[in-house]
């Protein structure tokens, strides 16, 4: 089945403590991104990636970084994550111009 | 810069009765459209999307939306709604934006309630 997974699905952690999410497709695409979901705000570009080595800031790249050493895989690391970043993660990936997202991953930071 | 616009936080609808969800975007040329629902705890899925010809297109689970470029709007329609349907609809523009990205811009969402 063609798909987005993300992992964790839920994180609770605290302030400071470096965390990872992972998301891998299975599509072949070699566009990704990642977006946030705020009540009120909708989502937002975090970060993307045209392709393997190749990423950019998105709208709110602030406190976020990504890497991009696979086609498969976009993760995204919150080296010192803060309380303003408790947040609905999506991954997406992108064929022509639809793209299809993950399940998300709701984090919460203390 | 582009923007989309979802007037209606909050509708509540009855099961069976007709549905709208309004959507108006703001963008220089003809955009890429497109309609995602995100059901309760779940992820974002693509309902239909529009990227040129025929102005009406049909998406999945009964869902149709219509593009009109001189309203700048690309309204959701269902003709009669299911319990099922009750999820929060994102309307989202995509657009080429800075270099070599594209990136979709999304309204705020239109939350769906149905009413048995």
């Known amino acids: 089945e063609a798909q987005v997974t993300q992992n964790p699905r839920y994180l609770i952690t605290v302030t400071g403590k470096k965390l990872t999410v992972t998301c891998s497709q299975n599509m072949n695409h070699e566009y990704m991104s990642w977006y946030r979901q705020d009540p009120g705000l909708g989502l937002r570009q975090i970060y993307y990636s045209m392709n393997v080595e190749v990423t950019d800031k998105g709208d709110v790249p602030e406190g976020y970084k990504v890497s991009r050493k696979e086609k498969r895989n976009f993760p995204l690391i919150l080296e010192s994550p803060s309380p303003n970043q408790t947040s609905l993660y999506f991954c997406?990936?992108?064929?022509?111009?639809?793209?299809?997202f993950g399940p998300g991953t709701r984090l919460t930071v203390l | 810069a582009q923007s989309v616009t979802q007037p209606d936080i909050h509708i509540t609808v009855s099961e069976g009765a007709s549905l709208e969800l309004r959507c108006n975007y703001s963008?220089?040329?003809?955009?890429?459209l497109f309609w995602y629902v995100q059901s309760p705890g779940q992820g974002l899925q693509l309902l239909l999307k529009y990227f040129s010809g025929d102005t009406l297109v049909q998406g999945i689970k009964g869902f149709e939306a219509e593009f009109k470029r001189s309203q700048s709007s690309f309204n959701l329609r269902k003709p009669s709604v299911h319990w099922s349907d009750a999820a929060e609809y994102f309307c989202a523009v995509g657009v080429n934006s800075g270099g070599s990205n594209y990136k979709l811009t999304f309204g705020k969402g239109t939350l769906l309630t149905v009413n048995p």
């Open positions: 963008y220089g040329a003809t955009p890429y």
């Open positions: 997406a990936s992108r064929r022509t111009h639809t793209q299809y």
